[in-house]
């Protein structure tokens, strides 16, 4: 792989990673806001018209007052906004050993039993897909002289752009 398509590639995901974790704050948001409705009002029993329309309107102040749509919005956009930069990253191509160690690196990032499993060497616990994925992830890293924390993005501890760390 190019250093240039490489860099493209760290970029992409940088981009990515950086977009979801900026999405929790608005995902936490809403969430929040939702659960105190939830909490704030609970309707039970029989109750005549009156009542009930009496209720749905302090449903729909508590709502406004929490902002539950706009923050609804504002999740749906940012997560919309995570999957273009996801879709960016994985439709750039890996043109080497490196670039394909890399991508395994990024998928580590969603596997996290795995993603455990490799940060500690203990893989007893995994499922068969897991361990085959660990195996090859090894297999590449060696094949392409790199370091185990190659394409490990973002982990505590690690050089992000060199792969430098401990497994």
Known sequence: M??????ELFTLWQEFVRLEEASHAAIDAAYNAERALRQGLRHK???SLAETGAWKRACDDIETEYGITRLKEDEAAIRL?????????????????????FKTGAFLHF?????????????DDLE?????LLSLRRDLLRLAHLPDAYGMEFSPGL??????GAR
Not at 128 to 132: A, F, Y
Request: neutral net charge.
């Open 2 to 7: 190019t250093v240039q398509t490489e860099q």
């Open 45 to 47: 029993g029989q109750y």
């Open 81 to 101: 906004r995570v999957r273009e930069a996801f879709d960016r990253f994985i439709a750039m191509p890996a043109s080497s050993l490196h670039g394909v160690a």
């Open 111 to 123: 596997a996290g039993i795995a993603r455990n499993a490799w940060l500690t060497g203990n893989t």
């Open 128 to 132: 068969c897909d897991h361990k085959m």
């Open 159 to 164: 050089d992000t752009t060199t792969g430098a």
